[in-house]
């Protein structure tokens, strides 16, 4: 068990070392700006709603 929390220590180590190094190996959303990300989140919410109201449509139209 040792072994694996020193693998896991030195794995953790290497990618913020990675990160410092070489920002443009971090992930994209921690290089996207926060806009970008908003942006995002309500276009997948929008997505989301209109599939559940397309889907509910679709069910009222069956039923009735």
Same mark, same amino acid.
């Given at each position: 068990? %040792? #072994?694996? *929390?020193?693998? %896991?220590?030195? $794995? #953790? %180590? +290497? !990618? @913020?070392? *990675? =990160?410092? $190094?070489? /920002?443009? *190996?971090? $992930?994209?959303?921690? +290089?996207? /700006?926060?806009?970008?990300?908003? @942006?995002? $989140?309500? !276009? +997948?919410? &929008?997505?989301? =709603? %209109?599939?559940? =109201? &397309?889907?509910? =449509?679709?069910?009222?139209?069956?039923?009735?």
């Amino acid at each position: 068990m %040792a #072994e694996n *929390l020193t693998a %896991a220590r030195d $794995a #953790e %180590a +290497r !990618s @913020i070392d *990675l =990160a410092q $190094a070489e /920002p443009w *190996l971090l $992930a994209a959303e921690w +290089r996207e /700006p926060l806009y970008e990300r908003v @942006i995002q $989140a309500g !276009s +997948r919410l &929008a997505g989301v =709603a %209109a599939f559940f =109201a &397309a889907l509910g =449509a679709t069910g009222y139209w069956l039923l009735g």
